[in-house]
């Protein structure tokens, strides 16, 4: 199959996945394990098929930031998805699981963009001048692939495995958080079931942003002022089996809830 065929098949496929809430086998099979680029064309096929119906992108995510997950995946680098307004809800506020398919959470920090971040190459002052302020995240990660048997190509392919995001009520400034030390703990009813802090992500969430605005200029798609950047995973990411409600509790942001209904 030639790659433009290719392209639009797996992204057919995906997108399908998702509408139907199915699963599907690993594009690994069809897509070569260093094939990056190819599995990123599969992800900009639906985010440009998403933009054609009508949604609007508010941001990115960026996703294996953990050094230890890289390792297992056999990559040395990050990988990002697109956000788009439908996959964001607010704090508590209610996440159908009939949407899901096999739904995961993981406590993160996402940081408001208030100036275009357009350099070539970036500097952790270019952020921390850009960055209007942060807030404690949750983002619901999902995967088409069955039983999330994915390596790096099939991740990307699938949007950086993006499904939704919650973010907090309390914006902080940047100068008002130790992004480094940060503590985080996220519990269901009362029982922490994951722990972290900011050095989890890439040894300091500036250094995935940093990755993540050269990357977007790269590409010919910066990041602009407005855009939600979640930075990464602060912890280990925790299943959802059943409806409740999740809280990422973030020393210096505050906390936020994930709440699933049936």
């Not at 009520?169 to 008002?176: D, E, G, I, T």
Request: proline fraction near 4%; hydrophobic fraction near 45%; glycine fraction near 8%.
């Amino acid at each position: 199959m030639s790659e433009p065929k290719l392209v639009a098949a797996l992204a057919a496929r995906l997108h399908e996945a998702e509408a139907s809430r199915n699963v599907i086998e690993p594009v690994r099979g069809e897509i070569a394990m260093d094939d990056i680029a190819t599995a990123y064309a599969v992800q900009q096929a639906n985010v440009d098929l998403r933009v054609a119906n009508g949604e609007r992108i508010v941001g990115r995510k960026i996703g294996l930031t953990s050094l230890a997950v890289q390792k297992q995946l056999g990559v040395d680098q990050p990988d990002f998805g697109a956000l788009f307004a439908s996959m964001a809800y607010g704090d508590a506020q209610a996440i159908p699981l009939s949407q899901l398919i096999q739904p995961k959470v993981e406590a993160e920090i996402a940081l408001v963009l208030e100036h275009d971040l357009t350099f070539e190459k970036h500097t952790f002052v270019d952020i921390l001048r850009a960055s209007a302020y942060a807030l404690a995240a949750i983002e619901v990660v999902d995967s088409r692939i069955q039983n999330w048997d994915i390596r790096f190509v099939d991740t990307v392919a699938d949007n950086a495995s993006s499904a939704r995001f919650v973010v907090g009520s309390r914006p902080v400034p940047l100068l008002q958080i130790d992004l480094t030390g940060c503590a985080m703990e996220l519990s269901r009813d009362g029982e922490v079931l994951s722990r972290g802090n900011g050095a989890a992500c890439l040894g300091n969430p500036l250094n995935a942003a940093v990755w993540l605005a050269d990357r977007m200029v790269q590409l010919g798609t910066p990041l602009r002022a407005g855009d939600v950047v979640l930075t990464g995973a602060l912890g280990p990411m925790v299943a959802v089996k059943e409806p409740g409600t999740y809280t990422a509790q973030i020393e210096g942001l505050g906390s936020v809830r994930a709440t699933f209904s049936a």
